[in-house]
Every structure is written in C-alpha cells, then in structure tokens.
C-alpha cells in the first residue's frame, strides 16, 4: 500500500512524499514558468527546492542531487485572475460557453480528469440532444484489463503467486508487485510469454522483452517511448533499467514491427534525448 506523506515547507506551501516499488517521488513545486511549452523540464532550482524541504522536514536524510534518479514536469492549466500570482489561483475547473455554442472545460487537476469529462459530457447532452434517453454514465464501474479481483486480499495473494514464480529476479516480490500493479491477471500471459521463448538473455531482460511483446500485441505500443514512458513509467521509476536496455528493445521493436534502419536510429535517438531532458538538473546531464 502507498501512503503518501504531505509536509510544509518554509515558504507555506505543502508538498508530498510518495513510496513506489523500489523509489519515492516527491512533488511538487510552483514555478511561475515562461520557457518553450514543448518541452517542460525540471530544472536544478526546481530539485534542489524540493531536497531542501525533504531534508529540512527528515532530519538525518541528507538527499542531494546525485540521489535524484529522474523527473518530470508539467504545466498547471490555472484560469487567469487579474493581480494573482500563480500560487494564489484556484485549481478548480471550470466550464465556458462561446457565443458559437463551443464548450470547454479549463482549470482543474489530473487527478479529476474522469470526473470534468463527466460533467462536459452530461452539459452536452443536457443542451443539444434533449429528446434522447441516455443511460447514467457508468464508465467508473468498467474494470480495466486483467483487474479481475474481489478485493486487496486477492491482489495480494495473486501478487504472492507470481512473486513465487518470479524467483529467478533478483527481486521477486518487488518485480510482482511491478506486473500486478500495471498488468494485474494479464501478468499470466506475460510470463507465458517469457517461458515459452528460448533465450540466453539475463533473466530481467527476457522479462521485459516478453513485456514489450505483450504490449504490442494488446496495447497498442508503436515506439520505444510509448513503452518506457507512457506504458510502464520505467524512464521515471526505473530509468536505469531503461538506459541498461534501450538498445536490446530497440532490436526487438526493430524485429517485431518492421522498423528500417532511419526508424531505428530515430528512436534511439529520441529516447537518449529524453533521458537526457529528465536527469539534466544533475551536475552531469548524460545519466551512466
């Protein structure tokens, strides 16, 4: 279970401390920002910021910016109010209707997103389609792929499972708990996948290749970025995993999806350039 721990810090404002698999992230800063908005980073002000409120809030700690493993960093859609800073503005959303009858929801949190889309869309079909019978939304209710368990009980004795298979990994209950939380019952068919393809791979690369493979096959992943990235989070939560094996899953992309020769390099490239983009607040911007 994650609990996440929420301290103050000198200025007023409050930040977190969230426990995942084998890190902690921790969050988050409210820098005004006027830079290219293609490519938000965290900056060394913005690291060092949030290591001095850890340290100030754990004595004994000690975090510096060598311990700093990745980031990320993103943009708060905050509606504008005349003579407020950024740090003053509210974080609710809000809806807006133009003379043209365009309507859009502005503001709001990540955190929120399925509840603004339920509003815009009730709105929506309150104004423009009022002779129709639409049921109550109920997406809420739709389990996602493999979430097939009774309760927390059950996650934890299929995660106990699968850690028992996985005692070849140097650390089997930590990767389970990894599938389970991404995958949940789908992990079955990854290490299916796994075991039934020869290979004198080490066993955390044959792990995740058969993860890419999955991936692919049921998850619409097209390109290196969109499994370590947008799939799995491992350029955030494991990047040395991803900078040990980028190559390895370039070729297996390359093999399964046809990629030439150009695509290849590109997406190497690409990737080099982002894990570049997420460590470059350290003193050395190329993690090795």
Same mark, same amino acid.
């Given at each position: 279970?994650?609990?996440?721990?929420?301290?103050?810090?000198?200025?007023?404002?409050?930040?977190?401390?969230?426990?995942?698999?084998?890190?902690?992230?921790?969050?988050?800063?409210?820098?005004?920002?006027?830079?290219?908005?293609?490519?938000?980073?965290?900056?060394? !002000?913005? +690291?060092?910021?949030? %290591?001095?409120?850890?340290?100030?809030? *754990?004595?004994?700690?000690?975090?510096?910016?060598?311990?700093?493993? @990745? @980031?990320?960093?993103?943009?708060?859609?905050?509606?504008?109010?005349?003579?407020?800073?950024?740090?003053?503005?509210?974080?609710?959303?809000? =809806?807006?209707?133009?003379?043209?009858?365009?309507?859009?929801?502005?503001?709001?949190?990540?955190?929120?997103?399925?509840?603004?889309?339920?509003?815009?869309?009730?709105?929506?079909?309150?104004?423009?389609?009022?002779?129709?019978?639409?049921?109550?939304?109920?997406?809420?209710?739709?389990?996602?792929?493999?979430?097939?368990?009774?309760?927390?009980?059950?996650?934890?004795?299929?995660?106990?499972? =699968?850690?028992?298979?996985?005692?070849?990994?140097?650390?089997?209950?930590?990767?389970?708990?990894?599938?389970?939380?991404?995958?949940?019952?789908?992990?079955?068919?990854?290490?299916?996948?796994?075991?039934?393809?020869?290979?004198?791979?080490? *066993?955390?690369?044959?792990?995740?290749?058969?993860? %890419?493979?999955?991936?692919?096959?049921?998850?619409?992943? +097209?390109?290196?970025?969109?499994?370590?990235?947008?799939?799995?989070?491992?350029?955030?939560?494991?990047?040395?995993?991803?900078?040990?094996?980028?190559? !390895?899953?370039?070729?297996?992309?390359?093999?399964?999806?046809?990629?030439?020769?150009?695509?290849?390099?590109? !997406? %190497?490239?690409?990737?080099?350039?982002?894990?570049?983009?997420?460590?470059?607040?350290?003193?050395? +911007?190329?993690?090795?």
């Amino acid at each position: 279970v994650r609990q996440a721990i929420y301290f103050d810090v000198d200025d007023g404002r409050m930040i977190f401390s969230i426990p995942r698999g084998r890190i902690t992230y921790i969050g988050t800063t409210d820098t005004t920002y006027t830079g290219e908005l293609d490519h938000v980073v965290a900056s060394r !002000e913005d +690291a060092q910021y949030l %290591l001095n409120a850890v340290n100030a809030n *754990f004595p004994g700690v000690e975090l510096v910016i060598s311990d700093i493993e @990745s @980031s990320w960093a993103g943009l708060r859609p905050l509606i504008h109010e005349e003579g407020k800073s950024t740090s003053e503005l509210s974080r609710k959303d809000e =809806i807006f209707e133009s003379n043209t009858g365009l309507i859009s929801i502005a503001g709001g949190k990540l955190t929120g997103y399925r509840k603004m889309a339920e509003r815009v869309v009730n709105l929506v079909i309150k104004k423009h389609f009022p002779r129709n019978t639409y049921k109550s939304c109920y997406t809420s209710k739709i389990k996602l792929g493999g979430a097939e368990f009774s309760g927390n009980k059950e996650v934890s004795r299929y995660t106990s499972i =699968i850690a028992e298979k996985l005692i070849a990994s140097p650390y089997p209950l930590v990767t389970a708990r990894y599938l389970v939380e991404n995958y949940g019952r789908q992990t079955d068919a990854i290490l299916f996948m796994m075991e039934s393809t020869t290979s004198a791979d080490p *066993f955390e690369l044959r792990l995740l290749k058969a993860e %890419l493979k999955f991936c692919i096959q049921y998850e619409m992943v +097209a390109s290196i970025q969109d499994f370590f990235v947008r799939r799995t989070g491992l350029l955030y939560f494991n990047i040395h995993k991803v900078v040990s094996w980028k190559n !390895e899953i370039a070729e297996s992309c390359r093999t399964i999806l046809g990629w030439d020769h150009s695509r290849f390099e590109s !997406e %190497l490239r690409a990737m080099d350039d982002l894990i570049k983009a997420v460590t470059g607040f350290k003193a050395s +911007a190329v993690l090795t």
